[in-house]
């Protein structure tokens, strides 16, 4: 039974609002609509089963776990943990953004551009000591996973932490580099869902990233100084097959009626969110989600790419994974553990998956960011483009493959800050709360 961990950075704070670098520092509180947001979590929550609750000793994030807690009619303990406090940057504190660019260029530019190299000069009593503090996020993020861990096997925990450490957090679980602590975002009282197989180092799921919907963020807001592109990257709704957990591949599927429905709630969803472009696979199960979502924008139109085709899985496709595995003795276990080695029986592998689909989604990111105006496009593929897309993204390899949940209709939120050319942030991953599941992904687990 695996363990699933719901982590949540705290609500808006004074010094969110004010732009200031808070760190740790403990002067800095829960603004009003830090409170109501904290409240929304609660209300988000109610219907899981949460075993235990840990929380950062820092006041903006232990009064948000308190208010969550006294909404969830539980008896829940909380437990602050020192682990969870916020990365560590004592030069820069309390200080406006603004002033510490100004103060500390160098340093500043390192963080921005190669955290994992920014270093600071501590002084002490014995003259200074060098601190690099994202590095040092991480290892105090492993420490905290190992503890947790064996802990609470099979149960579901509840974390309220803050942006940095909540990144470190999912970063050190999913194997992502210090170099991309970047790459993805923590808004104020996001939501977002891992879950382990078994102890630290065993397998690991994301199963959510960034949820924002319940504080009335139908997608995160695109962040102060954005230049480039928005892709909103969506998995087709359900069919027939996914629901028998048949393997699909390049078989032209089409959506069921539960599939169809999806997409409609897809589209209502995403009906305030404009858009400017749009892109799908050409095969029916992906075009069909896309053209039901195009309904509330009809001024956009669809451009096929079949370099978003699914996985071509071969011989395997059109059958059951005991039919698979009656025929291919062995291999679906490989497929499910060590799936970069497995090559498809007349079909493909990982890694061609990844030449054809990874070319493809640059050159739709540099149409979309060939504008002198921000523009957002829509992105409809399958299961395995999908992971693929994305554990690119996120500085991850074919071996990761399984770190990445995609479930059917899900919305998944990719910013380019700094243009095509620069570094993907993923804002928002498998969004799920529009097809009635609250924070928990139900779609149907199927095959691909």
């Known amino acids: 039974m695996s363990t699933r961990v719901i982590i949540v950075r705290h609500g808006q704070s004074s010094y969110n609002s004010q732009g200031r670098i808070q760190g740790r520092s403990d002067d800095s509180i829960l603004t009003e609509k830090g409170k109501a947001d904290a409240a929304q979590v609660a209300n988000t929550l109610k219907s899981i089963q949460i075993d235990a609750a840990y929380c950062s000793p820092l006041q903006r994030a232990k009064s948000t776990a308190e208010i969550i807690i006294s909404g969830l009619d539980s008896a829940l303990k909380l437990q602050p943990d020192e682990q969870l406090m916020e990365i560590d940057l004592p030069l820069w504190e309390n200080l406006f953004k603004e002033d510490v660019k100004a103060n500390f260029p160098q340093e500043y530019r390192a963080w921005k551009e190669k955290p994992h190299e920014l270093r600071m ?252 105006i921000s523009r957002t496009a829509l992105v409809v593929a399958h299961d395995a483009t999908n992971k693929v897309i994305l554990c690119h993204i996120l500085g991850l390899k074919t071996a990761d493959f399984w770190k990445i949940k995609q479930g059917n209709c899900a919305v998944t939120v990719i910013d380019y800050p700094e243009g095509a050319q620069g570094m993907p942030v993923l804002q928002s991953l498998n969004i799920t709360t529009h097809l009635g599941g609250g924070a928990i992904d139900h779609t149907a687990a199927g095959a691909l």
């Not at 078989?251 to 969803?269: C, H, M, W, Y």
């Not at 050409?282 to 509330?296: F, N, Q, S, V, Y």
């Not at 009809?298 to 085709?309: E, F, P, W, Y």
């Open 121 to 372: 000069q501590i002084p002490t009593d014995d003259g200074f000591k060098e601190h690099y503090p994202v590095l040092a996020l991480y290892k105090q993020a492993r420490e905290f996973w190992q503890k947790l861990l064996s802990k609470h096997q099979g149960e579901t925990v509840l974390i309220v932490a803050h942006n940095g450490i909540n990144r470190g957090l999912i970063a050190t679980a999913i194997g992502m580099s210090p170099d991309r602590y970047h790459a993805i975002q923590q808004s104020n009282c996001g939501i977002t869902v891992l879950n382990f197989a078994g102890d630290w180092g065993e397998a690991v799921q994301l199963e959510s990233l960034n949820l924002t919907s319940h504080v009335g963020e139908t997608l995160p807001k695109v962040r102060p100084g954005h230049q480039g592109p928005r892709l909103l990257l969506v998995r087709h709704g359900e069919t027939e097959w996914n629901r028998a957990g048949r393997f699909q591949g390049q078989i032209d599927v089409p959506l069921n009626e539960n599939g169809r429905e999806q997409s409609q709630k897809a589209k209502t969803f995403l009906h305030d969110v404009p858009l400017d472009l749009a892109f799908t696979s050409p095969m029916l199960r992906p075009k069909e989600t896309a053209e039901i979502i195009l309904e509330a924008h009809t001024q956009v139109n669809l451009d096929t790419r079949s370099g978003l085709s699914e996985i071509a899985h071969g011989l395997w496709e059109g059958k059951l994974e005991a039919e698979i595995d009656a025929s291919y003795p062995g291999e679906l276990q490989r497929w499910r553990t060590i799936p970069e080695q497995v090559q498809m029986p007349e079909g493909e592998n990982l890694q061609q998956v990844w030449d054809r689909a990874i070319p493809t989604w640059q050159a739709i990111v540099e149409e979309v960011g060939a504008s002198e």
